[in-house]
C-alpha cells in the first residue's frame, strides 16, 4: 500500500513538473510571437507590415479551409478516442493524414488560380496573397503533427515545436526582411516551419506516416468536422472582420493597425495553449468518464485566471504607450493607440475559451453562436467603413463582437452542460 502511494506521489509530481516546464515554454513562445512582430515592425515600414498582415489575414482562414474540416474533428475526437482506449488511433491518424494532403493540394490550386485570375491591382497585395497560400500548406501540416502530441499528451516536445518556430523565424525574418522586405519575412517563416516540421516527425514522431487514406474515415471525418470548420471559419472572420474593413475602408493605415492587432495574435496564442494542451485533457477525462459539469467548471476556472493576469498587462501596456509612441515605436503612433482597446477584446476572447466543449458535444450551438458575433462584426464594419470612422471605431467594434460572442456562448453551453451529454464516435467501431 505505501509503495502504490509513493508511485502515485511520483507520478504526480512528474505530471506537476512536465506541467510546469510546458506553461514555461508556451509562456516564452507567447513573449517571442509578440517579439517577432514587434521585430518585423522594426525591418519593415509600416506599409510592408500592412503587406505581410495581409498574408497573415489569409492564413487565419486557410488553417481551416483547406484541411476541409479534418483537423477539427480530429482536433475533437482523437483525444476522446485515446480515452476510451482504441487501439487504431494511430492508424486513423495515418489515414487521416493522407486525406489531409489530397484536400490541401486541391484548396491550395483552386485559391491561387482565383488570385491569379482575379489579380489584384496591386503587384505587392498579389504577391502577398501568392505567399500566403505556401505559407497555409506548410502550416496546416505542422499543426497536425502538433495535433498528434497534442492527443498523446507529450506537452513538453510540443511546446518546444513553437519555441523553435519563434526563435527562427525572429532570426531569419530578421535577415530575410533586411534583404528583400516582406516577401524575404514570409519567406523566412516558411523557411522556420519546415525546420520545425521535419525536427518533429524526425525526433519526436517517427511513427507517424502518410497512408492512402480511407474513403469512409475521410467521409466521417468531414460530416464531422465541417460543422466545426465552419464555426471556426465564422470565428476568425467575426474575429478579423475588423481588420478586413480597416484594409478597405483605410488602406493607408492598414500597417498601422495590423501592428495594433499584434496583441489580438498574443492572446490566439494563449487560447491556443489552452486549446493545445488543456482541453485536449479535459476531452481526454470527460471520455474517461468525467463528469461534463465538471469539465466546465475546470475550463471556466483557468479562463478567469488567465484574464485576471491579462487585466493587470492592459495595465502595463497603458503605462508603457506613451513613452513608446514618442520613442521607439513612433512611426506606429496609431496602431499604438489603438492597442489598448484591442487588448481589451482579447481578454474577453479568453473568458470565451470553455467553448470548445460546444465543439465535441454540439458543434451546430458554436456554429449559431459565432455566427451572431460574425453578423455583429460584419454589420457593425459596414456602417463605420460608410461613415468617417477611425481605428479606434474599429477597434472598439472587435471588443463589441467578442463581448457578443462571449455572451452567446456563455448562454449555449450553460444550456447544454445541464445533464451529462455523450459525445459521438465519429471513428465508427
Known sequence: MAGDR????????????????????????????????????????????GYYGIQALVLQFGLYLSNWGLLNALNNHLPIAFGRGREDAGELADRSLGGLLVTSLITAAVYLAVVFTVSPGNEDV??????????TFVSTFTEFHVLMLRVQRRIVPMASMYVLRAVLAIVLGVVGGA????????????????????????????????????????????????????????????VTADRIFVASALPDEFGQYAFASLVVVAWLAIVGMLD?????????????????????????????????????????????????????????ALGLDAMPILWLGGMLMLLAFPSFILGAIRPTWLLAASAIAALVAIGGGAVLAAGDASLNDFAWLFVASRATALVTLSVALGLETRGDRVSPDVFGT
Open 179 to 238: 534583404l528583400w522586405g516582406y516577401v524575404g519575412v514570409i519567406c523566412a517563416e516558411v523557411a522556420a516551419l519546415l525546420v520545425v516540421l521535419i525536427t518533429a516527425r524526425r525526433v519526436w514522431l517517427p511513427q507517424v506516416h502518410v497512408e492512402r487514406p480511407s474513403r469512409p474515415l475521410v467521409l466521417r471525418l468531414i460530416r464531422a468536422g465541417g460543422p466545426l470548420m465552419l464555426g471556426n471559419v465564422i470565428v476568425t472572420l467575426s
Open 276 to 332: 493545445q494542451a488543456v482541453a485536449p485533457r479535459l476531452l481526454h477525462d470527460y471520455g474517461a468518464g468525467t463528469r461534463l459539469r465538471d469539465v466546465r467548471r475546470e475550463a471556466i476556472r483557468l479562463a478567469v485566471a488567465f484574464t485576471a493576469l491579462g487585466g493587470v498587462g492592459l495595465l502595463a501596456l497603458l503605462l508603457v504607450k506613451g513613452p513608446l509612441e514618442r520613442g521607439w515605436l513612433a512611426e506606429y
Open 126 to 135: 498579389q504577391v502577398a496573397l501568392a505567399l500566403a497560400s505556401v505559407t
Open 6 to 49: 509513493l508511485t502515485l506521489t511520483d507520478s504526480q509530481s512528474s505530471a506537476r513538473r512536465e506541467s510546469a516546464v510546458y506553461a514555461a515554454l508556451m509562456a516564452t513562445a507567447s513573449a517571442l510571437g509578440l517579439a517577432k512582430g514587434l521585430v518585423y515592425a522594426k525591418v519593415l515600414d509600416p506599409t510592408e507590415f
